[in-house]
């Protein structure tokens, strides 16, 4: 099974929160190969409130990466045959 992970993404313009696939299986590495640091890990409060303060404001959307929600969806795929 599967596990969203979000991270904050400096690379990204604007920065903010990027999320990954993670396989429960293998919880160091998400789906795109990316290595996973568990202090890096964001927590998005359900009230919106951000915990640590750096978390951009709401108008910067999160975003999801596309290597893992194509992996994602490369295995359902073979699942479902
Ligand atoms: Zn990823």
């Known amino acids: ?7 904050h993404d400096p690379a990204i313009s604007p920065p903010g929160v990027v999320w990954h696939v993670v396989a429960k299986d293998n919880a ?3 789906l795109c190969g990316r290595f996973l640091e ?5 927590m ?3 009230d919106g409130t951000p915990p640590d303060g750096t978390t951009p404001p709401a ?4 975003r999801y990466c596309d290597p893992c929600l194509v992996t994602v969806r490369e295995a359902m795929a073979e699942s479902g045959r």
């Open 44 to 46: 998005p409060a359900l």
């Open 38 to 42: 568990p202090s890096q890990r964001v």
């Open 28 to 30: 160091t590495a998400s």
């Open 59 to 62: 108008s910067s959307p999160d």
């Open 1 to 7: 099974m599967y596990e969203m992970w979000a991270e």
